[in-house]
């Protein structure tokens, strides 16, 4: 017989009315369950294991002291701690408790058979004390550093807090020094890193009214630094600070320039010392090629009308070396001469069609050759001085303003300057991106992975390496729309260019005067120098291809 099978109903949930909604004063309860402790890392169990048998002890005595037994240290490098408005009404108002950092002291003898006590860190919190009227100051007593070095250290490292002046930082380095520690070592002991220890090692040498001023004059710890090189020629000091008065890239550029009149100078007394110890007879100025009696060896020949070499002219009794640098270059050049060429039977040669000077130069010639070399010398500092700043731009974290259209526009207008860098070897690009390193063999510029940033970055920086190897220090002479782009980005990023960088630009913008010059090119200054006594090396006595006008390569005089 067959069954059915009735199928089963689901039970019904007994309705119940709705909860109504909480009122303010009815909110869900927090979960007040403390949750289960999470396993231990590694690290915390290896702390368990150590069990706390290697807690160091904690140097010094933390106390309460009187404010009247504790001395300001006449040894600290802050001349100028004074007390702190801020902390001193916290001070008023909270009495011990308002100084939320001790001081730190070492003991200093006694007074009336009472302890004393001389202020490690924390003067300017002292003097605050001091002005609030506190009886007692929080302090710790540590007398491991009681010696001139540990306090010294300790002072150098509290004022990270806030910036020494120049003076304070170099004063404190200094003493350091005077105790035995070297450079390394005070690096080591304060943090300062080695290149700010020997800019503050050599502000310390700055002294008297050239350390007055340069204090009063704003310069930082590096920018003193600078200015100590020249500490024996009050001249150059006053005409660096005047620059300096005119910003930071200008007393840079200033800095640059004296520099290179130094090196040059040196250069050619080091030279000269040579050749007289070698039985050489020079020349104390490079004569005037109108001179009648003093040729160039290169200028004249035999009787019977054969090149003399500067060899075969060794055994004339009028061979004479002119040393000296030419103002289109920066390699030094030696100028052999007969100093009575007539008497000892030479001739001087002639080219067939080329005119000869006669004569001296004109006042307008002068200038003109004045301009010339103040605008070269003025051009090579100004590039060393950009160049740094563009290394430091590049290996910054933001994009410079402007990159992705300077980039463009020199591929796309520009394309024979990068092709004229790409053919000579990439120059200046590892310089650049990698300042004061030697490029690895092997390793490649553009790396494999790298983020969109540092790839834009790497493109710029191939593109200003092909404007700097270009630029010269001929550069200002020219006109170049390139160049002078290239310079307003610069500009447009904080670079201050200086004024013949801005006769470049001028020229390119149309901002030049009647003259034939920029407003912004300073006049030349006077000078006492013979600018009549220029010589040629080409092989050929002093010549111009039409009279009147400058040769390019007469030399330049050398600054003492």
Known sequence: MATTTTPRRKARRASTPADPPPTETEQPQADTTTPADPPPTETEEADDEDDDDDVPELPGDYKALRVKRILPNPKNVRTNAQALPGIVQNLEEDGIRGLLAPLIVIPYGTHRNKPRYLAVDGEQRYWSAVDAK?????????????????????????????DPTAQQLAQGVEQLALYGLDDDEIDRRTGYGIERVKAARAVAKLTGPVSQRAQQSGLDLTQQAML??????????????????????????????????????????????????????????????????????????????????????IACPGHAVAVYFPSYSTTLVELTYCTDWKGNGHTVYSSTGTPVRSGTMTEAEKAERRTVIENNRAMEAANTVRRKWVADLLAGTAEPKGSKKLIAQELAESGYLLG?????????????????????????????????????????????????????????????????????WCTLNGYEPGKVEQLIIDKVTGNITSAGTSPALALVPETTEDVSTAESIDGQSAVTDTPGTLADDQAEPIAA
């Open 134 to 162: 506190q009886k007692y100051v929080q302090a710790i007593i540590r007398e491991d550093l009681a010696g001139n070095v540990e306090q010294i250290v300790s002072m150098l490292r509290q004022i990270h807090r806030t």
């Open 228 to 313: 100590s090189e020249f500490a024996d020629t009050p001249d150059t000091v006053d005409q660096l600070l005047e620059e300096a008065e005119d910003g930071p890239f200008s007393f840079a550029r200033a800095v640059e320039e004296v520099r290179a009149t130094r090196a040059r100078h040196a250069t050619v007394e080091q030279r000269r010392a040579e050749l007289t110890d070698a039985g050489v007879t020079l020349l104390a100025d490079r004569p005037d090629y109108t001179d009648p009696n003093v040729k160039p060896v290169h200028a004249l020949r035999t009787e019977d009308g054969k090149h003399i070499s500067d060899d075969d002219h």
């Open 420 to 488: 004229t860098w790409v053919s000579g070897g990439r120059k200046m690009l590892d310089d650049l991106l990698n300042p004061g390193k030697i490029k690895r063999p092997g390793t490649k510029r553009v790396p494999a992975r790298g983020s969109e940033m540092r790839y834009t970055m790497i493109a710029l920086a191939s593109v200003v390496a092909a404007h700097e190897s270009a630029i010269t220090r001929t550069t200002w002479r020219g006109e170049n729309e390139s160049t002078a782009r290239y310079l307003q």
